[in-house]
C-alpha cells in the first residue's frame, strides 16, 4: 500500500513557476512508477508525466514537455514536478499517483491504482 499527499499548488501568474511535491509513504515506494496527472473543470483527466522507480526514465505529456520537469527522492519518499513557464491552460487540480510496476510507464490514468487527494494550481493571464 502506497498512501500519497500533494502540496505546492496555488496562485501564479502566466510565465511563473511552481513546484508540485508528492509525499509519499508506504514501505515499498521505492519499487513503484509514480505519475502526475491533471484535471480541469469539464474536462478529461490528462497525463502530465510519469517517472520509473529510480528516476532513469522519464516521460511527459506533450503540451507540458520541455516545461515541467518530473523527479523523485526515493530516500525521502518524495516526488516533484517543477512546472516552468507557466500557462493558464495549465490551471488544474494536479494530482500524483503510483503502481506497482517499476520499470513500465504508463500514460493511461486508470492504470495507477494508488491516487493523492491533489492540488489546485491556477494560472492567471
Known amino acids: 500500500q502506497v498512501q500519497l499527499v500533494e502540496s505546492g499548488g496555488g496562485l501564479v501568474q502566466a510565465g511563473g513557476s511552481l513546484r508540485l511535491s508528492c509525499a509519499a509513504s508506504?514501505?515499498?515506494?521505492?519499487?513503484?512508477?509514480m505519475g502526475w496527472f491533471r484535471q480541469a473543470p469539464g474536462k478529461e483527466r490528462e497525463f502530465v508525466s510519469a517517472i520509473t522507480w529510480n528516476g532513469g526514465i522519464t516521460d511527459y505529456g506533450d503540451s507540458v514537455a520541455g516545461r515541467f520537469t518530473i523527479s523523485r527522492d526515493i530516500a525521502n519518499n518524495m516526488l516533484y514536478l517543477q512546472m516552468n513557464s507557466l500557462k493558464p491552460e495549465d490551471t488544474a487540480v494536479y494530482s500524483c499517483?503510483?503502481?506497482?510496476?517499476?520499470?513500465?510507464?504508463?500514460?493511461?490514468?486508470?492504470?495507477?491504482?494508488?491516487w493523492g487527494q491533489g492540488t489546485q494550481v491556477t494560472v492567471s493571464s
Open positions: 499517483a503510483a503502481r506497482n510496476v517499476p520499470w513500465v510507464l504508463s500514460r493511461n490514468y486508470g492504470s495507477y491504482p494508488y
Open positions: 508506504g514501505r515499498t515506494f521505492s519499487s513503484y512508477t
